[in-house]
């Protein structure tokens, strides 16, 4: 059963112990969505560098057809499975890139044996940073508070999608599933990019992988006007691209974070994220 909420969260729905965006009505009917055997679904924790991975996927699924990636909306080209109306999603035409918040539970049953999967995730650190910014900025969230406020959600599992390191440490289990990083997407596209057309079962040669990692950075994203956000734009003044396209950058946590507030952080990671996960991405 799906509970709205009041208050702070007032466009929000709760599902057991999870708070979902206010458009996820039909959350408790994914699952039964038929997956085919080309659709390709991103999945990442709000704000870890979804869209992006949105995109390098949808043009590798599409031939790099830069044209239409630059003419015909995004949001009709990659389809938001928490958000599409399923009867969208069942229409549209193979091949199908859907993106995807949610985690296994609540993903169409057939995505475990039938579709490829990518997740990305992103440092926490500078997640919740561009999180901050985010729902300050989109309609269907009444925030107007301070960072500290936003790390509090996030300690107590709060942020929409639940808790992080569950939500990372599920997919990270998953073998069939390529796992990548913000982080990999900024110091190596190149390797990340080739890495990903090879999981979808794509030969690009090097030039069609540097054309698509031009692209895809973060100074040409930022001017395609495919990415169009006026539905959710609180304040009209502002570029809405830029809103969007913030920094795109690794670090940027170093200016919200003292040190106390990292080493909340630091400990909820320590006590829940899977230590391979750690090792690998968090000892420093
Ligand atoms: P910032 O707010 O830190 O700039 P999502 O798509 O999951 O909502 O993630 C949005 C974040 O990814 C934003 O982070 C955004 O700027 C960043 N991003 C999107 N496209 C990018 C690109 N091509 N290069 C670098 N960062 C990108």
């Avoid at 997740?119 to 650190?125: D, E, F, G, H, Q």
């Avoid at 973060?218 to 502002?238: A, L, V, W």
Wanted: proline residues 3%.
């Amino acid at each position: 059963e799906l509970i709205r909420l009041e208050g702070f969260g007032k466009e929000l729905l709760k599902h057991k112990n999870k708070i979902f965006p206010y458009f996820a009505n039909h959350l408790l009917k994914i699952k039964s969505l038929k997956v085919k055997n080309d659709d390709v679904f991103v999945v990442a924790y709000p704000k870890s560098g979804t869209t992006w991975t949105e995109e390098i996927v949808w043009l590798v699924e599409n031939n790099l057809d830069f044209e239409k990636a630059s003419t015909v909306s995004h949001t009709d080209r990659v389809l938001f499975l928490d958000e599409k109306p399923l009867d969208q999603s069942e229409q549209a035409l193979s091949p199908r890139v859907f993106k995807t918040h949610l985690t296994f539970e609540y993903l169409p049953d057939q995505v475990e044996t039938n579709a490829k999967v990518i997740y990305v995730m992103r440092n926490p650190k500078d997640m919740l940073v561009s999180f901050f910014h985010f729902a300050k900025w989109i309609k269907g969230f009444s925030f107007s508070g301070k960072f500290d406020a936003i790390l509090d959600l996030f300690l107590q599992d709060k942020i929409i999608y639940g808790n992080w390191c569950e939500h990372v440490n599920q997919f990270f289990a998953n073998s069939n599933v390529l796992f990548i990083t913000f982080e990999d997407l900024i110091e190596e596209p190149f390797e990340t990019t080739e890495k990903i057309a090879s999981y979808l079962g794509k030969k690009l040669s090097n030039e069609q992988i540097q054309s698509l990692v031009e692209f895809t950075s973060f100074k040409q994203m930022r001017k395609n006007s495919s990415f169009c956000f006026q539905e959710t734009d609180k304040n009209s003044e502002h570029n809405q691209l830029d809103l969007f396209f913030r920094k795109g950058e690794i670090g940027d946590w170093v200016n919200y974070f003292d040190e106390q507030m990292s080493s909340k952080l630091e400990n909820k990671l320590k006590n829940e994220l899977n230590p391979n996960i750690l090792i690998k991405y968090f000892s420093s």
